[in-house]
Structures are given as structure tokens and as C-alpha cells.
């Protein structure tokens, strides 16, 4: 059974309905086909969380770090993506601010698999954001 090795938390106001949690290697932006219509794009050292579009709202971010696949969520809506970390760390950003919370340490670069939870039954939208080593295949993107 996999296990939670270390999680950090954010509080941000999505810029754009979107908040972004950026690798700490970061060194450009991506620009997924947004019109998928998913709660989460992932890419080198970035990943799109998409907000559900409220205006007003603040989100509370939560990134954890497994050691490999969490079991079954309740509850929210989920959705998942891989990214790709050049170096071992990922925070909380927006566009206009470069961290709204500490950095996650992370075991190593590479790829990650990624399932991002998100509660918007709240006047705060919880997001949990889950990362652990990808395993063979494709996660969708």
C-alpha cells in the first residue's frame, strides 16, 4: 500500500479560473489544448490546475507526495495528467505571483503521475494535488 511522504499547502486566487504548480526547474510555459475541458494539463515542470470558474473565490491547494499510487477517492471530481519535474520540487504559483506557498520536495527528477481532487461544493475550492513515480504507460494528458 502506498504511503504519503510529504504534502505542503497553498491558499491562491486563480488568475484566469487557473492556478498553477510549477517545478522548481521551471524555465517556460506550455499551452495545452484548453479546450478538453479538464480540471488539470500537465507538461514539463508545469501543471494546469483548472478552477471551476467562480469568480470571488479563493482556492486552498494541497500537493502531496506519495511514494506510489493512492488508493480510491470519495467524493470530487478528479482527473489526472503526468508531468515531468527537471529538478526534484513543486510549488504553488499563479501567473502574477512566483509561489503562494513552501516547495515540495520530491525523491528525484523525472516523471510523475499526477491526480488532482477537487471539492467545489465550497466557497474555498479544495484542490489535492497527488504526485508519486509514474509507472509504465500513459496517464492522460
Given at each position: ?70 488508493g ?22 499563479r ?25 467545489d ?21
Amino acid at each position: 500500500m502506498a504511503r504519503i511522504t510529504g504534502t505542503v499547502e497553498g491558499r491562491v486566487y486563480p488568475d484566469r479560473n487557473m492556478v498553477l504548480v510549477i517545478g522548481t526547474g521551471f524555465l517556460d510555459m506550455f499551452l495545452p489544448d484548453f479546450t478538453q475541458n479538464r480540471r488539470c494539463y500537465g507538461g514539463e515542470d508545469l501543471l494546469y490546475v483548472m478552477s471551476d470558474g467562480r469568480t470571488g473565490h479563493d482556492e486552498h491547494v494541497v500537493l502531496e507526495a506519495w511514494d506510489g499510487p493512492p488508493g480510491p477517492v470519495e467524493g470530487g471530481i478528479t482527473d489526472t495528467t503526468r508531468i515531468t519535474l527537471t529538478r526534484p520540487g513543486i510549488y504553488v504559483s499563479r501567473m502574477t505571483e512566483s509561489a503562494a506557498g513552501p516547495v515540495l520536495e520530491l525523491p528525484e527528477a523525472g516523471a510523475y503521475d499526477v491526480r488532482v481532487i477537487v471539492d467545489d461544493t465550497r466557497p474555498i475550492e479544495p484542490v489535492r494535488v497527488q504526485l508519486w513515480p509514474a509507472t509504465s504507460g500513459n496517464a492522460e494528458r
